[in-house]
């Protein structure tokens, strides 16, 4: 195995952070203090140099003042940097920046660039001398930093206290964190955070302080450590009215305390999952594995926050139903946080392995039924995000360039599904025991390391295919990574899967009848019947759907939001409220992008409805969602 560390790195390793101690397991050794910088991922997204002088290390200092909405204190940042270097260059979005100092509080120059719209502005600051140093930010967030969610109290739950959130990937962490915001250049850090009491701080590292600390002034400080480097945008923040409950020896939940008996019943089965995933794939490596639901102005359905997924409340269907959410981003404790793409145009490295391993973690739970057909749903994404972008089109090519990927990484149909496609595929071919095998190991070469998919492929040849001709042409790697479209060998979904669902849909289709089991199908079973519907549906078809099937006041919020896009889409006037309901109660962009789209393409129709709507309900969503929808002009 080849390790790649730059030269002054490797001088530094032991000396950059000696006060913390890793989260490996018993007999696993810790993980490195630096981790590598692999030079051929230049990152366009990052005005940072890693390359010359690289963050090892963050401490934060924090006041958090929610009448201002805005974070001000200080950043001391663990520069290594090559001999003759005497500058870094941190990323920076919307930041004042009052002052640079040394260790000892000497000024230092430093210079804050002209801003781009989508990266910020670089921060460059003068170093005084040679190797391993410190440099102290003081600064303050703006307030509309992008990565910050700001609550009123009766924007949450409970209607006590503010709230605050943030989501940093993939580049927002610049905007309330100086930092080389790159997914390439891992991190270790600390925090203090200072609050307001009675609010609780947490955040994605060890809790070295759970009750806070009381300054006497009504405030109260809260420490955290990180010891394991990780990408910066998984550095990750929230504070409100929280409460918590365990769920096992090493998991639990925190929520605001009129969440708390739901949050933990929907995820009563989390450390089975841990348990299941750590079977596949080896040790977890991050010591607890606790879990923040959120209000539902959260952007996504999870963030995978190392120690602290955050999660939004709309997986809360009564029945554990939409756990596989909770699958998905504990697989991320292993591919995305312990080994991470370099750059955001290799995001498949990330989301396709952990699409694949989320659907292996709910087969050892909820048997391969269950694991089928939600495979099934996945290659279905895939393929109609194929069939949008053409399959020719360079962008479902998984290795994307800079201008294709961006920093969202991609289409979702491709990351996630094409990218889980494809190790399917290496599983059926090689057998799930010699391929389990190699993830496994895969896993522990490069833990804490990040990855390019030139990388990924040559271990891969280097510790699957082993110079084996014929396995090397069955298994068309560099098809899968660098070519567009689906390649001949893939594997495809188990027909008989949704066998039932697909008769069910061919009857609906011939004389208007409901399916009368609806209410007793698996979700991807229902998402699987309106999702096979024709797009075009009249008036008294939509009716029939509705009334048999209960629809507009279905509680599982995938079904809804299904439900609400075949009914929107033929202005099913019934459906208006259910859609009002809908865009009002959450910010997940999953659901609210979609929906508005249809209002948008609908300009007699569904462009007044959007323009009646979005005004009121804009606020509630954090800049991820409302800057997407922002876009279609309302």
């Not at 309330?176 to 203090?192: C, E, L």
Request: hydrophobic letters at 45%; charged letters at 20%; a neutral charge.
């Amino acid at each position: 195995m080849i390790r790649f560390v730059l030269p002054f790195a490797a001088l530094t390793l032991a000396a950059c952070q000696p006060a913390m101690v890793g989260t490996a397991p018993a007999g696993m050794a810790a993980a490195p203090s630096v981790a590598p910088i692999l030079p051929e991922a230049v990152d366009v997204h990052s005005y940072a140099r890693p390359l010359e002088a690289r963050v090892a290390h963050v401490d934060l200092d924090l006041a958090l003042d929610f009448a201002a909405k805005r974070v001000a204190g200080t950043a001391a940042l663990d520069v290594l940097a090559r001999p003759g270097i005497r500058e870094v260059v941190l990323d920076s979005k919307g930041l004042v920046v009052s002052r640079v100092t040394d260790a000892r509080g000497a000024p230092l120059a430093f210079t804050l660039g002209a801003s781009d719209e989508a990266k910020g502005a670089p921060l460059t600051i003068a170093l005084p001398g040679d190797g391993r140093q410190r440099v102290v930010v003081h600064y303050a967030s703006a307030p509309g930093a992008e990565a910050l969610q700001w609550l009123a109290p009766e924007q949450t739950a409970g209607k006590r206290q503010p709230y605050l959130f943030s989501q940093g990937q993939p580049t927002l962490n610049r905007t309330w964190i100086p930092t080389q915001d790159s997914p390439g250049v891992r991190q270790t850090w600390s925090a203090t955070i200072r609050a307001p009491e009675p609010i609780t701080v947490v955040m994605s590292g060890d809790r070295l302080t759970p009750a806070g600390e009381r300054l006497g002034n009504g405030q109260r400080a809260f420490r955290f450590r990180m010891a394991n480097p990780v990408a910066p945008y998984l550095i990750a923040i929230a504070a409100g009215d929280l409460a918590f409950r365990p769920l096992g020896p090493r998991s639990g939940v925190w929520t605001e305390p009129a969440m708390l008996d739901r949050a933990a019943a929907e995820l009563a089965d989390t450390e089975a999952m841990i348990n299941a995933a750590e079977a596949l794939y080896g040790p977890y490596r991050w010591g607890r594995y606790d879990l923040l639901v959120l209000p539902p102005a959260f952007p996504y359905g999870g963030m995978e926050n190392p120690t602290l997924t955050f999660l939004t409340p709309t997986f809360i269907a009564g029945d554990r139903s939409l756990v596989g959410l909770v699958a998905h981003e504990l697989a991320h404790s292993w591919s995305g946080n312990l080994v991470t793409n370099a750059v955001w145009p290799d995001s498949w490295l990330n989301e396709g392995f952990t699409s694949y391993f989320e659907n292996r973690i709910m087969e050892a739970i909820y048997g391969p039924r269950r694991a089928a057909q939600e495979a099934a749903l996945s290659f279905a994404d895939m393929t109609a995000a194929l069939e949008e972008e053409g399959a020719t089109s360079p962008k479902t090519r998984l290795n994307l360039t800079p201008e294709e990927g961006g920093p969202e990484g991609g289409a979702s149909g491709i990351i996630y599904d094409k990218g889980a496609a494809f190790l399917r595929t290496l599983e059926r071919i090689v057998g799930r025991a010699r391929w389990d095998a190699y993830l496994r190991s895969y896993f522990d070469r490069y833990a804490f390391q990040p990855m390019t998919s030139a990388r990924f492929l040559a271990d891969l040849r280097a510790n699957l295919v082993r110079g084996d001709a014929a396995l090397e042409q069955r298994l068309m790697l560099d098809q899968w990574v660098y070519a567009p479209g689906l390649p001949a060998n893939v594997v495809r979904p188990d027909p008989s899967a949704f066998a039932a669902v697909d008769q069910a849909v061919a009857t609906f289709n011939r004389d208007g009848r409901a399916p009368a089991g609806f209410a007793g199908w698996t979700t991807a079973e229902r998402l699987r019947f309106l999702d096979a519907l024709p797009r075009k549906q009249s008036a008294e078809r939509l009716a029939e759907l509705d009334r048999a099937l209960g629809l507009n006041q279905a509680t599982n919020n995938e079904v809804l939001a299904a439900w609400l896009e075949l009914a929107i889409a033929n202005r099913y006037q019934p459906s208006v409220p259910a859609l009002e309901r809908f865009l009002a109660s959450m910010g997940r962009r999953k659901f609210v992008l979609p929906l508005f789209e249809i209002l948008a393409k609908d300009k007699e129709w569904g462009v007044p409805i959007a323009r009646r709507i979005y005004p009121r309900v804009r606020p509630l969503y954090h800049s991820v969602t409302y800057r997407s929808v922002d876009k279609l002009g309302f």
